[in-house]
Every structure is written in C-alpha cells, then in structure tokens.
C-alpha cells in the first residue's frame, strides 16, 4: 500500500512539474528570427549581436532558422514560426520581393514583423537597418574625391537581381559622377569572397591597367585583395567595400583597402531588439529605426580597429 501511494505521489509530482514547465513557457514572449544565411560574415555577426541584446530580457525566448539564401526555404520557415504562433517575426530577408508573402501573411495572422537590414516590397513591417543606397553612395563619393583623373575601374556586384545589390550600384553610380572615368566591367561576386576573388583574377589577366576596384561588400573586396596581392597588381588600385568587418578594418590599417562603409551589426540588432520589446509592451512599433552607415578610411580606420 505504501508503495503504491508513493508511485502515486511520484506521478502527481511528475504531473504538476510538467504543468510547471508549461506555464513557464507560455508566459514566454517567442520571436522567430528568420535568418538569410548563416554563412554570411555580416549576418551572422549581427544574429550573434542580437542573441546578446535578447540575455537583457530573460522573458524572451528566440527561435532561429536559417534560409541560407533560399527565398523560398525562407517562405516555408515564415509559414512554420507561424503556425507556431511565435510572438513577433524578426526576418532577414534573402529577396526585397521575394519575402513579401511572408510578410503580408504574418501580418494576416496578426504578428508583428521587423525586417532586419533589408526592407520588404510590400506588407505591414518595422524596418530596422540601414539605408543601402546609402552605402553606394558613401562608395561613389569617396571614389570621387580621391581617383586620378581619367580613372579606370571595375565594380564587383552583389547577388543580380537582389534589391541590396541594385541600390549599392546606383547608389555608387548616382554619386560617382565624374565623366573623366571609365567603368571597365561591372560583374557580379555574389557576395562571395571566392568568387571575388575569381571574378578579378580575370580582371587581371583582361585589363593590363586598372586604378580601382568597388565592391558591394567586404567579402568580395577581400577576394579582390587577394587576387591582386597574388599578381602583384596590387601597387596603385583602390579598394572599396562594405560592412566594415574585422578583416576589412585591418587591410585598411595596413594600406591594402582605400575604404569600406561601416554597417553597424550591434547597432542593428540592439535597435531590432528594442523593437521587440516595444511590442513586448504593447507598444506601438515605429515605421522604420535606422542606424546610418559610415565611411572608414585611413583617416579614421582607429576608431573602427577591435580592442
């Protein structure tokens, strides 16, 4: 008898923890963060960024996906951390158009959507990121001032046909405005360092002289410096790039890049979150949080260098 009423007790012990554990999770606030890709330098570095500013509230619990650049594998993921009925959507979008029926269908189901570092075309969302146009610009502006005159140059290109990639280049394009320089070859790296890398070894082999290389972002730019460094071509070209990552900061320091633009990660995710906690609260969540690029240089690259 006083066995059984022990294996009873165990039970109605089991029992009540478990309810325990559930209450526990339900009075958890869930967001689901759609990833691009987690093989992206930036992207990963603002997701780990985001994990950080996410320990300041131990009531939010985050779960992560990754789409590793699949704009459809993305849509899939969406439709799950719906059904899920997550709290509030953090998404980084691998497509501006391609992510638009996530967006508008999140919105039908009444959860919130924040759209990290990339906008979406259409939906109810918060943007929260910087502006790329900008960063082109802030590419073109620095070419500008510092090319020689009759300048030659070639443009590495983002993903085709990705919204981030086309406004880098018109941004850059809109800001450059000199008529004295020649575009040699606009072809695209997609994003990858590699490639980068490929892309401007045949560059080399096609153009016997070039005064700068503008990549939309660091990883192609570093592939660029490679390449160069291999031919011994590197003497007397310019290299630009964007996101402002460690490896970039440091070839700058040492003379090997001209420029990259700065994307904050850590400002980005610190503001994404703060956005989460707005609707945390009940808060009304703003239109858009931007968090501005800025130019890195020789002439600034200190403030930029990791401690």
């Excluded at 509030?88 to 391609?98: K, L, M, S, T």
């Excluded at 759209?115 to 900008?134: C, E, H, M, P, R």
Aim: with cysteine; net charge negative; hydrophobic share 45%.
């Amino acid at each position: 008898m006083k066995t059984i009423l022990k294996v009873a007790l165990a039970c109605a012990v089991s029992v009540a923890a478990l309810f325990t554990t559930a209450a526990v999770a339900a009075d958890k606030f869930v967001v689901g963060y759609a990833n691009m890709a987690d093989t992206d330098v930036f992207v990963m570095a603002r997701k780990n960024a985001f994990i950080e500013a996410a320990k300041a509230d131990p009531d939010v619990e985050i779960n992560f996906t990754d789409a590793n650049n699949d704009a459809s594998k993305q849509l899939d993921q969406i439709d799950n951390l719906i059904a899920q009925k997550v709290n509030a959507i953090v998404v980084v979008p691998v497509d501006y158009e391609g992510i638009v029926p996530g967006v508008e269908k999140a919105n039908k189901a009444g959860i919130p959507i924040i759209a990290l570092g990339i906008q979406s075309a259409g939906g109810k969302y918060t943007f929260v990121g910087s502006k790329n146009i900008d960063a082109g610009v802030m590419q073109g502006e620095f070419m500008k001032a510092n090319l020689p005159k009759d300048a030659k140059i070639l443009y590495l290109q983002g993903t085709p046909g990705l919204y981030h990639s086309q406004e880098r280049l018109k941004g850059f394009q809109d800001a450059l405005q000199r008529p004295d320089v020649t575009t040699l070859a606009t072809l695209t790296g997609n994003y990858d360092r590699a490639e980068g890398m490929k892309v401007t070894e045949d560059w080399i082999q096609s153009f016997p002289q070039f005064d700068a290389i503008i990549a939309a972002n660091d990883q192609m730019a570093l592939g660029a410096l490679q390449a160069l460094q291999a031919a011994d071509r590197l003497k007397g070209v310019m290299i630009s790039g964007v996101d402002g990552t460690p490896d970039a900061v440091n070839a700058i320091k040492a003379g090997e890049m001209s420029q990259s633009v700065f994307q904050n990660a850590a400002g980005q995710a610190k503001a994404a979150f703060e956005v989460v906690e707005m609707i945390k609260k009940g808060e009304p969540a703003p239109a858009e949080k931007l968090v501005p690029f800025e130019s890195i240089t020789k002439d600034n690259v200190d403030k930029y260098m990791k401690k």
